[in-house]
């Protein structure tokens, strides 16, 4: 009875109403912001890492350091149409870097393979380094997307897709995908390993790691940054990975809604550390063109200062 007394009121319709048009002007203005805005604010972060037995820089001409200036990519989700990421890719990659990572999501279909010429402006002195992540095996529509958030079941699609394309492309553009496959190189004391999504068994991690000299300094890539103790196991004394977007929607105080990973919501992006094991999980520079909305974390590229000495 109170009830409808209040909505007889015409005060109270009104401001009801008022209310209600005030939360969905908010809301949409809150959705064209994180879409249009945010989405696009794309940013080139610094931070210098310390591996191995590094503790300062006062060190004897004789014991200098490994350094590498590596820029970390990852989630480009490219597809056509493209122009402001690729203006963002072109610009960023323009500087001197020894390597360039892309830990995986590079497209989001074969639309974007013609955009695989345009994501290196300058090839890195020690050459560039990609995995592969979950969209580019996977074509997922909005019922993965919603519904298999909540039912695991349908949060990907039963058919993989054929990479090979996407492989050729990089590749053709000097970027080399390691697939559960690693690389050294003797001269510089360096050995890569890259991690295939969905993943690897610890027996082949630990073989492909086995495969440096004692004294190499071991960088692992992969997409899902999952199961990170077994790389400290492993040897590896710094890893990049992406796929967790840093949430994409984070809020103030508490941290990104969706974490899109196993992880405690304050390691969804950053570096973080498992014993003395360094991991740097990126925010990407994009997402799936359905659901590409960012707040208060806006999409990023990496330019890691790694320091690393030898036992």
Known sequence: MKLQKFFQNPRNRKALLATAGSIAAAGIGTYLYASLVEARRYRLDSLRVDTGSVENDELDEDDEPLR???????????????????????????APYDLIFITGDIFEGYSGIPYASQIISRPPRLGAYAVLGNHDYFEYNMLHRTVGRVIRKLRSPSKMRDVTPMIEALE???????????????QEKLHIVGIDYPGISDAELNRLVGAADKDHLILTLMHVPDRLERL??????????????????????????????????HEVSGLIWRGGTAIHVSRGVSADPRTNFRLFCPPHGSVIEVCHRSP
Do not use: Y
């Not at 989630?75 to 990659?93: G, V």
């Not at 890893?239 to 899109?260: D, E």
């Open 68 to 94: 590498l200036r590596i820029l970390h990519l990852s989630d480009l989700h490219l597809c056509e149409p493209e122009s402001h990421k690729i203006n963002f890719l072109r610009k960023a990659t323009e």
């Open 172 to 186: 053709a553009q000097g970027i080399h995908v390691l697939r559960n496959s690693s690389v050294s190189m003797p």
């Open 232 to 265: 400290q196991k492993a040897g590896v004394h710094m890893a990049f990975g992406g796929h967790t977007h840093g949430g994409q929607v984070r809020v103030p105080l508490w941290g990104p809604i969706i974490k899109n990973a196993d992880l405690p919501r």
